[in-house]
């Protein structure tokens, strides 16, 4: 896969052709998922999705408008905060107008974004793959998860274990009561039972 840089590149070439603001705009993705305290909901994470969604980019209905909202869906993250998903999508907004991307898509690329917030059902497919990507890490492999729960604890440095642990007790059970973790055929069959697995061995952990 081209680098990440390269591919956003690539992706807002299509519809401008100001590199300077093209640049500029790379240059704002980079610093805000490069600022401190960012140790999951980094580049690697964006680099991680786009991949994922590459790999299913013949399910996909509007690709662009999919990567437009991976590259933005954490553009603003504060761990204090719970607007972040809003304001990441007014930075795609922005950002998009900017770049002359049709209405239709910025639109489609905000709803996506906010949708990010809940991750609750939805009818629309591509949106279905976005939800579905950005939780594929709760699928991967026990080694991996286990990098990803102590990367999140460390965004979450702030709060001391007794506050931090409640909270990810809830966030996890929330997951496991759900009949479905992932929403697409494709994901729920490779990652669902792993997925499981993962969460009910970490809520275990928090529960000790």
Same mark, same amino acid.
């Given at each position: 896969? *081209? $680098?990440?840089?390269?591919?956003?590149?690539?992706?807002?070439?299509?519809? !401008?052709?100001?590199?300077?603001?093209?640049?500029?705009?790379?240059?704002?993705?980079?610093?805000?998922?490069?600022? @401190?305290?960012?140790?999951? +909901? %980094?580049?690697? +994470?964006?680099?991680?999705?786009?991949?994922?969604?590459?790999?299913?980019?013949?399910?996909? &209905?509007?690709?662009?408008?999919?990567?437009? @909202?991976?590259?933005?869906?954490?553009? #603003?993250? %504060? /761990?204090?905060?719970?607007? %972040?998903?809003?304001? !990441?999508?007014? /930075? &795609? $907004?922005? #950002?998009?107008?900017?770049?002359?991307?049709?209405?239709?898509?910025?639109?489609?690329?905000? *709803?996506?974004?906010? &949708?990010? *917030?809940?991750?609750?059902?939805?009818?629309?497919?591509?949106?279905?793959?976005?939800?579905?990507?950005?939780? &594929?890490?709760?699928?991967? @492999? @026990?080694?991996?998860?286990?990098? =990803?729960?102590?990367?999140?604890? *460390?965004? =979450?440095?702030?709060?001391? $274990?007794?506050?931090?642990?409640?909270?990810?007790?809830?966030?996890?059970?929330?997951?496991?009561?759900?009949?479905?973790?992932?929403?697409?055929?494709?994901?729920?069959?490779? =990652?669902?039972?792993?997925?499981?697995?993962?969460?009910?061995?970490?809520?275990?952990?928090? !529960?000790?």
């Amino acid at each position: 896969m *081209k $680098n990440i840089r390269q591919i956003w590149h690539d992706l807002a070439i299509a519809y !401008s052709q100001d590199q300077v603001l093209i640049d500029k705009l790379w240059q704002e993705i980079e610093n805000a998922y490069l600022s @401190s305290g960012r140790h999951y +909901h %980094n580049l690697n +994470h964006i680099e991680y999705m786009v991949g994922l969604a590459t790999a299913h980019k013949s399910q996909i &209905a509007d690709f662009d408008a999919l990567l437009f @909202s991976i590259f933005y869906h954490d553009f #603003a993250y %504060n /761990a204090l905060r719970n607007d %972040n998903e809003e304001k !990441s999508a007014v /930075a &795609a $907004n922005d #950002a998009l107008r900017m770049l002359g991307v049709p209405e239709e898509k910025i639109e489609r690329c905000a *709803k996506q974004i906010l &949708a990010t *917030k809940e991750h609750t059902a939805t009818q629309d497919s591509d949106t279905q793959y976005l939800l579905d990507i950005d939780l &594929a890490i709760l699928g991967e @492999s @026990s080694e991996i998860y286990q990098t =990803y729960i102590r990367a999140v604890r *460390k965004e =979450y440095a702030v709060y001391p $274990n007794f506050v931090y642990r409640k909270g990810r007790r809830k966030v996890v059970q929330h997951f496991l009561d759900r009949k479905r973790i992932f929403k697409t055929d494709a994901f729920h069959s490779r =990652y669902e039972l792993q997925a499981k697995a993962n969460l009910t061995h970490e809520l275990m952990e928090l !529960s000790n």
